[in-house]
């Protein structure tokens, strides 16, 4: 009976390990991407302000709420799975899409975030602009009948 207690706990513990890296390397890419955001906000000349540190945050959410669950479930199978590997997928998932976000250059994310702009005004202003489309289309089809209603002539070729 010690020696199956025994085994269990220090499975259990290298289960531990593995997660306290997992969190580690996790905590690591997420203050990287911050420091590297901070670099990318000074290049495009805007302020860093607490919006911008509230996506942290934000982001910190939305990675550890699953991964909890996922450590959860690792610890609750740790004595048939060998390796905590829900909570190390989701934790390599989430250390590349740090990734990612780290290697995108700050005049992509300027792209990214004029055509973001865009859309919303269009958004907004979707009932201006079908009024705009809906005058445009009732002036060409007003030329179109009118045109077709007074055909002009075609001039006779003049003589030499």
Known sequence: MNEALLNYVSHVY??????????????????IDLYFGIQKAKQRGEA????????TCEKARK?????????CIDMLGCVLIPVPAFSMLWA?????CEFKSVRE????????R???KTMN?????????????AAILFE????????????????????D
Not at 23 to 30: D, E, G, H, K, P
Not at 63 to 71: D, E, M, Q, R, T
């Open 63 to 71: 990675y550890f709420s699953p991964y909890l669950v996922l450590v």
């Open 14 to 31: 290298g289960h531990a390990v593995l997660i306290a890296v997992a969190t580690a390397a996790l905590i690591m890419a997420m203050a």
């Open 48 to 55: 860093t302000t607490s919006q911008g540190f509230k996506k």
């Open 121 to 133: 005004v269009i958004i907004e202003n979707k009932d201006d602009l079908a009024k705009m489309v």
């Open 140 to 159: 060409q089809e007003t030329r179109a009948r009118t045109a077709a209603e007074h055909p002009e002539p075609i001039p006779e070729p003049a003589e």
């Open 92 to 96: 390599a998932y989430c250390v590349f």
């Open 114 to 116: 004029k055509a973001e």
């Open 105 to 112: 250059k700050s005049w992509q994310k300027e792209e990214l």
